[in-house]
């Protein structure tokens, strides 16, 4: 069974700081990898995708993420972060080509940008 | 245009009482999804449908019955609202069961008081 860990429930840092958000996973098979953002009060946002190919994936504001298969991680990393990014961040994975697409949420990792 | 959406917006109902979620999709998406989101952020999901057909049927209790009329609207119907039903009730759609990529409505918040 598939599962996703997301070590940290909440990050502060600063405006215009690096950030890291971490995601580790577990399945039996291969996998896609996911990075979904949650603003305040809305749904829920594709950021980006891991599906085959280059490790590094890059997304939407900024955003990227890598994939390393032998420590079961996808973390998620912005190299300057700013106030519009404060939201909810959601790692997901699901079992690649399955005969139905579940895809299992982490709990998040609330992240607030201080001035 | 919006690609997912939902109504209503908030609900607010009494236990016991029956009610009903709408969801739409105009992305011409062959499978859909519901998920419950509950107050710790937790996202789970509940049922999918593929061009009408159940085929993801978490565990969810018998109260909670999708419809879908057409492979792009997935309604969900609650029976005898419980308090542990307050959440905030999430759509989804891709482009077909095995296409990971989903598209979410912007939710729907139930208060059960």
């Known amino acids: 069974a598939q599962s996703v860990t997301q070590l940290d429930s909440q990050v502060p840092v600063f405006e215009e700081a690096p950030v890291e958000l971490r995601c580790n996973y577990s399945?039996?098979?291969?996998?896609?990898l996911f990075w979904y953002v949650q603003y305040p009060n809305q749904g829920l946002q594709l950021l980006l995708k891991?599906?085959?190919?280059?490790?590094l994936v890059k997304g939407i504001n900024g955003f990227e993420a890598e994939f390393n298969k032998s420590q079961t991680s996808f973390h998620l990393r912005k190299p300057s972060v700013h106030i519009s990014d404060t939201a909810e961040y959601f790692c997901?994975?699901?079992?690649?080509?399955?005969?139905?697409?579940?895809?299992?949420f982490g709990s998040g990792t609330r992240l607030s940008i201080r001035p | 245009d919006t690609a997912v959406s939902q109504t209503p917006k908030y609900l607010v109902t009494q236990m016991g009482n029956d009610k009903s979620i709408k969801c739409e999709q105009n992305?011409?998406?062959?499978?859909m999804y519901w998920y419950k989101q509950d107050s710790k952020k937790f996202l789970k999901i509940m049922f999918s449908?593929?061009?009408?057909?159940?085929?993801i049927n978490e565990t969810v209790p018998n109260r909670f019955s999708p419809k879908s009329p057409d492979k792009a609207h997935l309604n969900l119907h609650i029976n005898s609202l419980e308090l542990g039903d307050s959440a905030v009730y999430f759509c989804?759609?891709?482009?077909?069961?095995?296409?990971?990529?989903?598209?979410f409505g912007p939710g729907t918040r139930l208060t059960v008081t």
């Open positions: 992305l011409g998406h062959d499978t």
């Open positions: 989804a759609s891709s482009q077909d069961r095995a296409s990971s990529e989903q598209y």
């Open positions: 997901a994975v699901s079992e690649g080509y399955s005969s139905a697409s579940k895809i299992i």
């Open positions: 449908y593929n061009n009408k057909e159940l085929i």
């Open positions: 399945s039996s098979v291969s996998v896609y």
């Open positions: 891991y599906l085959s190919g280059s490790t």
